[in-house]
Every structure is written in structure tokens, then in C-alpha cells.
């Protein structure tokens, strides 16, 4: 079985620098997708960003990034510019290509301070 | 109406009742998702339709009953729960889970809070 681990489970940057939030991965898959969600505290989960196993090139959405390291089985969520509407829940999901279904992470909590 | 939506939005239940959880995505999508997110556990995967079968069934307990009779809607019948059932429930759906990685990704409801007491 897959395992996803976030090891962050609070966060704290200042607005408008860049923050890092950890998300590491087991498998022996070679298949497969990591996803990276936001949850604010309305309770609504927020696609971000996807990177598929196989993609050449890290995964870019706007002001997410995704530093996918694949011999380190590691998928870091990178938001630069950090606004105060970033504040949220930060989860990184790994998803089974196979068997199409997501094993989420614990999440992050990320708080932008002005 | 756009995106996935749920009713309700909260919903407080004593552990004899019987209530039920709507789950309607207007994205065309033919998978849909029930999780259970409670406070100091990750996001669970509780059941799973694609193309209106049930795909997978993550060992839930049968109090709760899921239902999904067209691609659109997705329904979670609840009966003699217990207090540790309280939780934020979230619908999702996707394109096709097994199909190419464009339809992987999945879109969430704002979720039902659930209280029994």
C-alpha cells in the first residue's frame, strides 16, 4: 500500500515570500500521480496542482510550483509570492494510477502572516 | 448551478435517526467520491462510482449506505450512527479515474458537517 507523509504539520511565512511545504511519498509503483490540495476553513477542497510520475518537468500552476524529486520519492509544494488568501490547509495526495483512487496526507497548516 | 454541490451543509443527528446525504456534480463527471475527514485523522476514502458502480467500499461500516442512481448524484444514508461518526463528510467527483491524466483530478463539495449526538 501506498504511503504519503507530511512532516509540517503547521507552517508560518511572511506575505509575499516564498514557502515550502513538504510531502513525501512510498511506493513500487512506476505509475502514478501526486496532487496537491488546498482546504481553507470553509471546509471545500481546492485542486492546485498535479504532477504525474512519468512528466519531465516539474508541474507549474501560476504561483505553485511542484519540486518533484522522483529518486527521492519527494513532491514539495513551492507558493511563492505568499498572500494572506494562501492561508489554509495544505494537502498532498498520491494518486494509484491502477486502481484511479488518492491516499491523501495528514495536510499542513499554513499561515501567512502580514 | 456549477461545480459539486451537498445539502446539507450541516447536519446534527441523534444515533436513532435516519438522514441521508445529497451529492450532485454538474460537471458531467462519471466518478464520484464519499470521504470522511475527521479531526486528528488524514482524509478517508469511504466509497467510490464510477459509471454508476460502486468501485470501491474502504471497509465502512453498514450504518452508512451509499447510492448513487445516475452519474450526476451520489447519496450517503445514514442510520444508527455513533458520536466517532461525527465528521466532515466531502463528495468529490472526476472525469474517469481510470481514463487518461487529464480526468484524474477530482473536484470537492464544500462538504456536510456532521454532529450525532
Known amino acids: 500500500a501506498q504511503k504519503i507523509t507530511q512532516t509540517q504539520p503547521g507552517m508560518f511565512v511572511q506575505e509575499k515570500e516564498a514557502v515550502t511545504l513538504d510531502c513525501t511519498y512510498d511506493t513500487s509503483d512506476p505509475s502514478y500521480g501526486l496532487f496537491w490540495y488546498k482546504q481553507p476553513s470553509s471546509g471545500e477542497m481546492i485542486f492546485l496542482i498535479y504532477?504525474?510520475?512519468?512528466?519531465?518537468q516539474n508541474a507549474t500552476e501560476g504561483r505553485y510550483s511542484l519540486n518533484f524529486q522522483k529518486a527521492r520519492k519527494s513532491a514539495n509544494l513551492v507558493i511563492s509570492a505568499s498572500q494572506l488568501g494562501d492561508s489554509a490547509m495544505y494537502f498532498c495526495a498520491f494518486f494509484n494510477t491502477n486502481a484511479g483512487k488518492s491516499t491523501f496526507g495528514d495536510g499542513t497548516t499554513l499561515t501567512v502572516k502580514p | 448551478e456549477t461545480g459539486v454541490t451537498q445539502t446539507p451543509r450541516h447536519l446534527v443527528m441523534g444515533m436513532t435517526n435516519k438522514k441521508s446525504l445529497k451529492c450532485e456534480q454538474h460537471?458531467?463527471?462519471?466518478?464520484m467520491y464519499w470521504y470522511k475527514q475527521s479531526a486528528k485523522k488524514p482524509l478517508e476514502l469511504m466509497f467510490v462510482y464510477n459509471f454508476k458502480e460502486q468501485t470501491e467500499n474502504n471497509s465502512v461500516p453498514s450504518r452508512f449506505s451509499p447510492e448513487c442512481p445516475n452519474s450526476s448524484h451520489l447519496f450517503l444514508h445514514l442510520h444508527t450512527l455513533q458520536p466517532e461518526d461525527s465528521a466532515l463528510y466531502l463528495c468529490?467527483?472526476?472525469?474517469?479515474?481510470?481514463?487518461?491524466?487529464?480526468?484524474?483530478?477530482?473536484?470537492f463539495g464544500p462538504g456536510t458537517r456532521l454532529t450525532v449526538t
Open positions: 460537471l458531467g463527471h462519471n466518478a
Open positions: 468529490a467527483s472526476s472525469q474517469d479515474p481510470l481514463g487518461q491524466r487529464a480526468s484524474y483530478e477530482q473536484y
Open positions: 504532477q504525474g510520475s512519468y512528466d519531465q
